[in-house]
């Protein structure tokens, strides 16, 4: 090459890089919305000054929402990609409960499918940094599942699986598509993993009790012990009692006691379910020493008690310290069911060559009556995802 054309390739460059500086930045970053609880199927007390609202309308509202988030500028908190616009978004991952529990009058599971399908695969227009639309990524809720199996008390109609048959296949893409008569809830679990950039994330059903934990250590055997991973499940750490399977024989389901056999560890602590998250201390103590045996698993995401909050799991005994981090529901917040303003979901920005993430709360309901308001972004946590 000769001076002359050498000079004019970097002058290229240069100039390349001075244009597309953010973009350039951005290649760097993976970034993904996070949501959980759609919660289709009931309504809303009160949306943008009417009442009762359905799940379908609310969700679709913050699907049009998540679309605005890319052209958005990212507020300068020191977090991954602070100060530059958000840019692609290459996953958007659904925390589960996409439909509601069939309790009379609520609709069919395949009746909230078919509103999930419209809102976050027809609605939702928001692409990667490949250019390509983002990818979807879920996990199956507690009602899913007690959807496909039944309930302590009837639900209408008894079994209707077809939430959990919509995200078996299109998650575990089987050669075969599942279907609802074939589809049974004690083999048919919804395990996968994928290795994003470097960074191992782990998509597994409700809770990590100690049949799921059998599972995650065969994944877990495939990954390098220097190699960050990430859990995301619908349960948060401490489970509930009520989710575990009946201790008693013949161990199905009673109104009397409550447990829902969600998982299927039997529950240790008493006969009867309590609505005390802390009366789960002995199964948590299993998935505390499953942590402490792998300290490469740095994050865990969770749905299910919802609002947003970034804390750190530190165990019954308060001898471990893991990144958590809660999202809030559409439908069915802890504060934002009462206060629509609080609505949010969250942007996980990652830079997994420096292993470090960013988790931004995005309130995209601030303004009810102004059909024009941006996304608010309010609490960030950026943490490290090194493994010492």
Avoid at 59 to 82: F, I
Avoid at 170 to 191: C, G, R, S, V
Avoid at 202 to 218: C, H, P
Avoid at 305 to 316: E, H, M
Wanted: proline share 6%; with cysteine; aromatic share 10%.
């Amino acid at each position: 090459m000769s001076h002359t054309c050498k000079k004019l390739f970097k002058a290229i460059f240069i100039a390349a890089v001075l244009l597309n500086g953010p973009e350039l930045a951005h290649a760097q970053v993976v970034q993904m919305i996070f949501t959980s609880d759609a919660h289709y199927g009931i309504t809303r007390a009160k949306f943008r000054g009417d009442t009762a609202v359905s799940g379908h309308t609310v969700n679709a509202a913050m699907v049009k929402q998540m679309n605005t988030l890319p052209s958005l500028t990212l507020p300068a908190d020191g977090g991954v990609n602070a100060g530059n616009v958000t840019g692609g978004i290459d996953y958007v991952i659904e925390g589960g409960d996409i439909a509601n529990r069939m309790e009379a009058p609520i609709q069919s599971a395949a009746a909230s499918w078919d509103q999930f399908k419209t809102d976050y695969m027809g609605s939702l227009h928001v692409t990667g940094h490949n250019g390509k639309p983002a990818q979807l990524l879920m996990v199956p809720g507690n009602h899913d599942i007690s959807n496909a199996i039944g309930f302590p008390t009837p639900l209408e109609p008894l079994t209707d699986p077809t939430s959990m048959v919509g995200i078996y296949n299109l998650m575990l893409k089987p050669q075969t598509p599942m279907t609802n008569e074939a589809y049974d809830f004690t083999k048919d679990k919804i395990n996968y993993s994928h290795n994003i950039d470097g960074i191992h994330f782990m998509f597994i059903t409700l809770w990590a009790d100690s049949a799921e934990r059998i599972w995650m250590q065969k994944d877990l055997d495939t990954v390098a012990a220097n190699t960050p991973v990430i859990i995301f499940t619908h349960d948060q750490p401490t489970c509930e009692s009520k989710h575990f399977t009946n201790p008693l024989p013949p161990y199905n389901m009673t109104a009397e006691n409550k447990f829902q056999n969600l998982v299927a560890e039997h529950y240790k602590e008493g006969n009867i379910a309590s609505k005390d998250d802390g009366a789960t201390n002995i199964e948590q103590r299993g998935f505390v020493k499953f942590i402490k045996a792998h300290p490469n698993i740095k994050a865990y995401f969770h749905g299910n008690s919802n609002w947003n909050q970034f804390y750190a799991y530190k165990g019954p005994d308060n001898d471990i310290s893991l990144n958590t981090f809660r999202v809030d529901s559409p439908m069915k917040g802890a504060y934002s069911a009462k206060d629509e303003t609080l609505q949010s979901f969250q942007l996980i920005s990652l830079n997994a060559k420096k292993q470090i993430l960013t988790v931004r709360e995005c309130l995209w309901n601030t303004n009810p009556t102004d059909p024009a308001q941006k996304i608010v972004f309010g609490k960030s946590a950026t943490v490290s995802l090194k493994v010492n």
